[in-house]
């Protein structure tokens, strides 16, 4: 990571203090890794399908 980057980061998250989610915080995480766990199977699935299409051309 740059350090332009890495410098910007920091003093974004410098103030940030910590604090208890707020139910819909928490409703919103909960619906963003549902969301982000169909991705990943999807992302798996296409790459199964890739990855057997290209061994039977072997």
Same mark, same amino acid.
């Given at each position: 990571m740059e350090? /332009?980057?890495f410098r910007s980061w =920091?003093?974004?998250i410098v103030g940030d203090t910590? /604090?208890?989610a707020t139910s819909d915080e928490v409703?919103?995480?909960k619906k963003e890794n549902q969301r982000l766990k169909? !991705?990943?199977a999807d992302l798996v699935l296409r790459?199964?399908?890739v =990855?057997?299409?290209?061994? !039977?051309?072997?």
């Open positions: 350090q /332009r980057v =920091k003093e974004t910590v /604090r208890e409703s919103e995480l169909v !991705m990943i790459y199964d399908i =990855k057997k299409s290209l061994d !039977m051309l072997d």
